[in-house]
């Protein structure tokens, strides 16, 4: 498969040690500047692309520009969203409950050092099972709200969302940011609250980026909360990939392997892990250990996976049926018949998208379960 020049110079410049001779060489080529911007926009890279290519003398002032000013925009936002991590933990704190902020900002100061080294979206916390009601109960009282495409619906209908997928989105007072609220971070079908409960067990009060004491998960357990969540999106961005590599990069002691490995296959995660290190090792340069590497290359559904999303990469372009492509995923290292099991809950399962959606009043939301089957004989007989 050829890689066109654009996408050569975005993946060198994607590394965490990209060496500015060899991306001052790839820039020298017929490169397509507007799609390396779209390609690094995409996959949620532009903070590291622009800081490797500072020092490239041959990259474009027009584009150059262009990275200045997507730096300056990404660390006021980094900074925003960072402040208003603590305006919620100190709210949760003040009612005597604790969080763990995971992804976003939180996630940019573990893995790069630096808030402003990865781009963020939303504020993710992590919560204890059980806690989850309190916790957005909390947030309601200090000024916070659904979502406008949540706020019309009943309340007996947001728990039943709540109770399927574990998590509340709520917006901030101002309404400039978006904060979940994670009770669990496995699939629906395969939620355990052991898990969490285990990890929040491991959990430690370390320092954060302003210098206070912050709720952290142990490395081993957030790559495994990194690799199940970009497992669940179908790792169609390289930023989930280099996340990965960055933490293996930064962590000062040593990973336990063989304890990490031994978590996983206990959790029913330990494709999703190896899935993950697989594509770090391939696409960000992560080093791995031999007997990692080795229970990848047994795997051949595993390999094929990984060699797969070179497409995804290379032309931005997503599988036609994502959630198949994301469920191949999550049971790649499964049996045959473990597989389609799988895909026959989660083809009659109900979600929270489908409780959301549900047409009749909610006196009639026992009937959801049937709902998804029917939306989807509809769907297959349309013309």
């Excluded at 402003?116 to 916790?135: H, M, N, W, Y």
């Excluded at 019309?152 to 989105?169: D, P, Y």
């Excluded at 790559?223 to 990965?244: M, P, Q, S, Y």
């Excluded at 978590?263 to 992560?286: F, I, K, P, Q, W």
Aim: glycine share 6%; proline share 5%.
């Amino acid at each position: 498969m050829g890689v066109s020049p654009a996408r050569a110079l975005l993946f060198a410049g994607a590394r965490l040690n990209a060496e500015s001779r060899a991306l001052d060489e790839l820039a020298q080529r017929d490169v397509d500047w507007a799609d390396v911007l779209k390609g690094a926009n995409w996959h949620g890279i532009t903070p590291l692309l622009a800081r490797n290519l500072k020092s490239v003398t041959s990259v474009p002032d027009s584009v150059r520009q262009k990275l200045i000013r997507f730096e300056r925009v990404n660390a006021f936002r980094s900074l925003h969203m960072a402040t208003r991590i603590r305006l919620c933990l100190k709210a949760l704190h003040d009612h005597g409950l604790d969080a763990i902020p995971w992804k976003g900002p939180a996630l940019a100061f573990e893995a790069y050092g630096d808030l402003t080294r990865r781009t963020s979206c939303d504020i993710d916390f992590l919560v204890k099972p059980g806690e989850l009601a309190a916790a957005r109960n909390i947030l309601l009282q200090a000024g916070f709200t659904f979502e406008p495409d949540n706020a019309a619906l009943t309340s007996q209908r947001l728990l039943r969302m709540e109770k399927i997928s574990g998590e509340v989105r709520l917006l901030g007072p101002d309404r400039s940011f978006l904060v979940e609220l994670h009770a669990q971070f496995l699939h629906p079908t395969m939620a355990d609250s052991r898990v969490l409960h285990d990890m929040w067990d491991r959990s430690y009060c370390g320092t954060a980026w302003d210098g206070q004491p912050i709720r952290k998960l142990c490395v081993p357990d957030l790559l495994l909360t990194l690799c199940v969540h970009a497992t669940k999106h179908g790792w169609d961005r390289l930023k989930w990939v280099i996340d990965i590599a960055a933490v293996l990069q930064q962590q000062s002691t040593p990973i336990d392997w063989s304890d990490l490995m031994n978590t996983a296959d206990a959790y029913g995660v330990s494709g999703m892990l190896l899935l993950g290190l697989a594509l770090a090792h391939r696409n960000a340069g992560a080093s791995l250990p031999g007997e990692v590497l080795a229970r990848i290359d047994a795997h051949a559904t595993l390999r094929k996976i990984v060699e797969e999303q070179d497409q995804v990469y290379v032309t931005d372009t997503l599988p036609t049926l994502q959630l198949t492509h994301a469920l191949k995923m999550r049971t790649a290292m499964e049996p045959l018949w473990r597989r389609a099991a799988v895909a026959l809950r989660e083809a009659v399962g109900v979600t929270s998208v489908d409780v959301a959606e549900f047409p009749a009043s909610d006196r009639w939301l026992w009937l959801v379960p049937l709902y998804r089957p029917w939306r989807l004989v509809q769907r297959v007989s349309r013309p």
